[in-house]
């Protein structure tokens, strides 16, 4: 102990922060911190970064480290659930047992868990906050326990703790006698006064802090369980999601004619004056005035307007972009919604006025373009889309234009230097975070979102297009390298939804009357990989598919590099597994898939399809395949088309090479002629149609059971829907009575892409 003095004139406040020793540099780049890069095939500048770069780490538990400072990183909070063990031993074996999908977790709490606290709840902690602050020199016990009492808290107010920092450091005594000081005090940043309060310690008995601490000096990410221990025993923690602050992941650029922060960053109530000088966005996101009778209703009626562009990830992430903006009392706009405009002439006082009203059609106040970029002209498409919507905001209409999806990652913020009118740059990673963005753009700020992020769990319910059939993510981006796929550029590394998630958004899709979910994934064999411990996708499929009033599951999209014989055994092991697989192969030659970077052989994919033909012989196959790489020869096509003979698909997505930025291929000098790309893909197409219909037409005669989804829109008296192999059927029927209910119909016509026939009694 030190003996000092002080003077109260003589004493300073001072803030400090703490440096935690578990403190990491984190792996994230941040956008404007990378060089530019000039794309060759758009001429302008790309955003190239982390995780997107050829070769570059794929973890992504690296993406964004939660060994950060305490409450310094983008990282807010876990939201944890563990099971409690008496022993090591047990655990183990219990972990086992979840890794070969024998027990779901939250089931497996309720039954064995030590915890009582927790088990009726599944094992539910609840969210962790990450600002939470470890003291190194207290003992386990202490940390264990109760909070460690700081031996001078008796002199706070007359010797602030910053104060007795400062002394202890410097080591020195000052005059004005106050006694003996225990130097065996730690210090907290944040106060002058009070004791910090930890912010999560409403869980010591539940989850102690020396567990926590441990869970923290991991990388972690959603989907991963991991063992520790403490005075408790043994807990198997499960990491089911994480809070991003994805504010602090944004480039935000203010307008020059910027509105102040009329709304946000701001306290006390906003008056109707102030909401229409903010904007009416600004005015729906902050609900200021929902409950003031003298403001008209109609003027908080924002309305949106979603175009979506690609794949079935594409139409995914839009369902949970549209689920966000109606949480945030923004509606969609109707086809058929008009409004009238009071039109006066006035001829130079000559006549009187004569006022004529007429209606046009209404359009909408956010504009969101989710944009895909696999193919050819995508960045000049996107362009020639917004032209109309920028005109609009520069004649000074209040709109909001957002531009989302995979132009959106690679492009960046190139597309603010293109179409200043934009509002909102984001990448498929934010589709379900697009309402804590819209704040800056609320407050007059333009907003580029496209750094790398771990993916939340959706907090608002997307808004399906179908009634009947629905997708479910199981796991975002990919790990691949293909030489000319955009796909790992736009949407980053792999990472699986937990289990868990997956089985609660089906069950209640199924309680909402969903006869049939798609599982999606851009690589969807290779859920789990990326999981501590690993998991299988066969597995994922049986848990699922034995969900209790689920009639169909279906799954897209497939690598032969990953697909196992397993989940061929599990489709055909699991009653509502249609017999229906999409497995892109590309091209049939070895030359052009080992230059492509894909990874398996001509051999390995008939391998896969022989495995099909064997446990399911009349399963659907579909696939994708790329005529006119670089360097493909006429032998490497005709190797295609004899692969194509060989399978015989359903169907074929096919497509003419095209060099995407950021791509290998995109630069390499044996780049085939135009008319060399164009011929090959007009007869690939040929033998893909005679496939197509000749697949078709064994259905003749046959009874088959469809689900009837909609209306066919061409024959209002129709039906349309589908077999288990995904064939689309048209009969006569009514719509509001059929819809979401499984008809056996008897074939009488097969065309190239679908088949049309009448509804009979069960066979």
């Not at 984190?26 to 794309?39: D, H, M, R, W």
């Not at 008995?205 to 601490?213: G, H, N, T, V, Y």
Request: aromatic residues 6%.
């Amino acid at each position: 102990a030190l003996s000092v003095s002080t003077s109260p004139f003589r004493t300073q406040s001072f803030q400090f922060t703490a440096v935690s020793s578990r403190c990491l540099p984190s792996a994230l780049y941040s956008t404007t911190e990378e060089p530019e890069v000039i794309s060759p095939i758009t001429g302008s500048v790309t955003n190239v970064k982390y995780p997107t770069q050829r070769g570059a780490e794929v973890d992504s538990r690296k993406i964004i480290n939660y060994n950060e400072k305490a409450g310094e990183g983008v990282n807010l909070a876990l939201r944890l659930s563990h099971i409690l063990f008496a022993s090591e031993e047990l655990a183990n074996q219990s972990l086992e047992k979840l890794t070969r999908a024998e027990w779901n977790f939250e089931d497996m709490a309720k039954i064995v868990s030590n915890c009582a606290e927790t088990r009726e709840e599944g094992g539910n902690i609840g969210w962790v906050n990450l600002a939470e602050f470890f003291d190194s020199s207290s003992s386990d016990a202490q940390r264990e326990g109760e909070e460690k009492k700081n031996p001078n808290e008796h002199l706070n107010e007359i010797l602030p703790p910053s104060a007795r920092q400062q002394i202890f450091s410097q080591s020195r005594e000052e005059g004005g006698n106050i006694g003996w000081v225990n130097l065996a005090e730690s210090f907290d940043a944040s106060w002058e006064g009070e004791e910090k309060k930890n912010p999560n310690e409403h869980l010591n008995e539940i989850l102690p802090p020396s567990a926590r601490q441990q869970i923290f000096s991991q990388s972690t990410k959603p989907g991963d369980i991991i063992s520790v221990e403490s005075r408790r025993g043994v807990h198997l923690i499960q990491v089911v999601d994480v809070m991003v602050d994805v504010r602090k992941l944004s480039f935000v650029k203010a307008r020059n004619n910027r509105k102040k922060d009329y709304l946000f960053g701001r306290s006390g109530e906003i008056s109707p004056e102030e909401w229409k000088k903010g904007g009416k966005l600004a005015g729906v996101l902050g609900g200021a005035l929902f409950e003031d009778s003298s403001v008209d209703p109609t003027e908080l009626d924002l309305t949106y307007k979603i175009e979506t562009m690609g794949c079935q990830m594409n139409t995914a992430d839009s369902e949970r972009i549209e689920g966000q903006l109606m949480s945030l009392g923004i509606r969609p706009l109707m086809d058929d919604e008009y409004m009238e405009i009071e039109e006066v002439k006035n001829n130079g006082g000559l006549v009187a006025e004569r006022r004529k009203v007429k209606k046009e059609k209404k359009k909408p106040d956010v504009i969101v373009l989710n944009t895909c970029s696999i193919r050819d002209h995508a960045e000049q498409k996107v362009y020639s889309y917004l032209g109309p919507h920028a005109k609009r905001k520069r004649a000074g209409e209040d709109i909001t234009i957002i531009v989302a999806g995979c132009v959106a990652q690679q492009e960046g913020q190139s597309l603010l230097r293109r179409i200043p009118e934009i509002d909102l740059v984001m990448g498929p990673q934010y589709a379900n975070r697009i309402s804590d963005l819209l704040e800056d753009v609320a407050n007059g700020n333009q907003v580029v979102a496209t750094e790398a992020s771990h993916i939340m769990e959706d907090s608002t319910k997307p808004r399906r297009q179908s009634s009947v059939c629905a997708w479910v993510n199981v796991i975002y981006g990919c790990n691949e390298r293909c030489t000319y796929c955009i796909v790992p550029t736009t949407r980053g590394v792999e990472q699986s939804r937990p289990v868990e998630s997956i089985v609660d958004e089906v069950k209640e899709l199924v309680e909402k009357g969903y006869k049939e979910v798609t599982l999606l994934g851009q690589n969807i064999d290779a859920y789990g990989r990326d999981m501590i411990p690993k998991r299988k996708f066969s597995d994922l499929l049986r848990t699922v598919g034995a969900i209790p009033g689920l009639e169909r599951l279906r799954f897209v999209t497939s690598h032969p590099r990953y697909m196992s014989l397993g989940v061929v055994d599990a489709v055909a092991e699991t009653p509502t597994a249609c017999e229906y697989f999409h497995v892109p192969f590309q091209s049939g030659s070895n030359d052009v898939l080992k230059a492509m970077g894909r990874g398996h052989t001509r051999e390995k994919f008939l391998q896969i399809v022989e495995r099909i033909r064997q446990r399911l012989p009349d399963a659907a196959i579909t696939a994708d395949v790329i005529v006119g790489f670089p360097g493909e020869t006429e032998q490497d096509f005709l190797d295609t088309l004899s692969l194509m003979e060989e399978v015989k698909f359903d169907n074929v997505n096919t497509a003419a090479y095209s060099p995407r930025p950021n791509t290998p291929a995109a630069t390499w000098t044996n780049q085939l002629p135009e008319v060399v790309k164009q011929d090959r893909l007009q007869r690939i197409n040929e033998m893909n149609l005679r496939h197509a219909t000749e697949r078709r037409a064994k259905m003749m005669d046959r009874v088959v059971e469809v689900l009837v989804e909609e209306r066919n829109v061409k024959v209002p008296t129709q039906v349309m829907g589908r077999t288990r192999h995904g064939y689309i059927v048209y009969c006569e029927g009514d719509i509001d009575e059929l819809r979401g209910k499984l008809v056996n119909v008897k074939v009488d016509k097969c065309q190239r892409y679908f088949l049309a026939g009448k509804i009979v009694d069960e066979e």
